[in-house]
DNA sequence: AAGACGAAAGTGGTTGA
DNA sequence: TCAACAACTTTCGTCTT
């Protein structure tokens, strides 16, 4: 890394830059933003079995968003050996078959072309939708596995690939909901909602409920409210659920209704439109929602 | 003028016969 | 498979700051 001087966020100029090795990634502390992905983590590999630790190999860890893991080593054209020297024509024959049938091994197999697709399809995705890594690997393990169990044939890569992130997403709690992803992607909600119910029963994956606690962080975060904020609006919710009021209620509308007593509670308040227009719920649901909490909180807004 | 309010009608998803 | 149902949205006129 460089020096201190030169770590700020590009976006709002805070130096309290995060670094995550696990993940492969730099962020801001402050305003959340993501600087840089799929950087080569510096550590050795501690993951030995035999009790030498010894490096086995450099390079970034193994990473299920490559379809062979990035693990392969390429055979270049060119026919010359380590030292430069060229190969004799025995060597050049055998040489050109260990190509062919890396080719063949790499991609030709319809299970690795389909894999290379869908992995294309979801940095896309992701990438648009501003997850992160993890979410991203999540995702590709799920997909690999659906592929597996021959879930995707007869259903399009970008329809799967969509309800995976979407699995992911609800496993890794990263708050975005089936409207986020309507938005962002190219398939219908209806079919994200659809295809995420079969991958999820097919791989028996437990995944709990979305909580409006979840998505309270990033609405204080696209809306720039101070951390007192969000820990006030989670309160709140904390609140509500021994009161039974968010039952049945969508976790969208609960949350964007608690930053919304939240920021009035405090010097930052927010409109109901901006709200509105981040969370993706109506001004009309944050009203109802909000005004239900309220009361039965007894909250007191001036 | 902007924000908040609430009534009324419409939409899409869930549930249970 | 269908109807009933609650939550949520859309629209719009009115009130408040």
């Known amino acids: 890394m460089v020096g201190s001087d030169a770590v700020k966020c590009s976006e709002c100029g805070s130096r309290n830059i995060h670094r995550d090795l696990n993940r492969g990634e730099t962020s801001c502390g402050d305003c959340g933003v993501v600087m840089s ?26 990473s299920f968003l490559f379809h062979d ?18 190969l004799g024509s025995k060597q050049r024959i055998q040489m050109h078959r260990m190509r062919k049938w890396q080719r063949r091994s790499r991609t030709s197999s319809s299970f690795e072309r389909n894999m290379e697709a869908a992995l294309v399809e979801l940095s896309r995705l992701a990438g648009k939708m501003g997850l992160g890594k993890s979410v991203r690997e999540e995702a590709a393990i799920m ?3 659906a592929l597996e169990k021959d879930l995707i044939r ?19 709690k990263t708050a975005r909901s089936l409207d986020d992803f ?6 219908s909600r209806k079919a994200i ?13 437990r995944v709990e409920i979305a909580q409006p606690e979840q998505y309270v962080g990033r609405y204080a975060n696209l809306l720039e409210l101070p951390f007192i904020v969000e820990k006030e609006a989670i309160g709140i919710i904390d609140r509500a659920r021994k ?34 227009d981040i969370s993706g719920v109506t001004e009309v649901t944050i009203r109802n929602r909000y005004k239900e909490l309220c009361g039965d909180l007894g909250i007191e807004l001036d």
Do not use: C
């Open 37 to 62: 992905e799929s950087e080569i983590d510096p550590r050795s590999e501690w993951s030995s079995f035999d009790g030498d630790t010894s490096k086995v190999r450099t390079g970034m860890p193994t």
């Open 69 to 86: 893991k990035g693990l392969s080593t390429d055979i270049d054209h060119l026919n010359k050996d380590y030292s430069g020297r060229s």
């Open 143 to 145: 997909y690999r596995r």
């Open 154 to 172: 007869g259903r399009s890569i970008e329809n799967m690939v969509a309800a995976a992130l979407y699995l992911a997403n609800q496993k890794l």
């Open 182 to 187: 309507e938005r962002h992607s190219r398939v």
């Open 193 to 205: 909602a659809r295809s995420h119910k079969i991958i999820k029963s097919a791989l028996k994956l």
């Open 243 to 276: 009161r039974d009021l968010t039952h049945g209620k969508s976790p969208t509308g609960v949350a964007a209704a608690a930053v919304y007593i939240a920021s009035r509670l405090t010097e930052s308040m927010r409109t109901q439109r901006e709200i509105a």
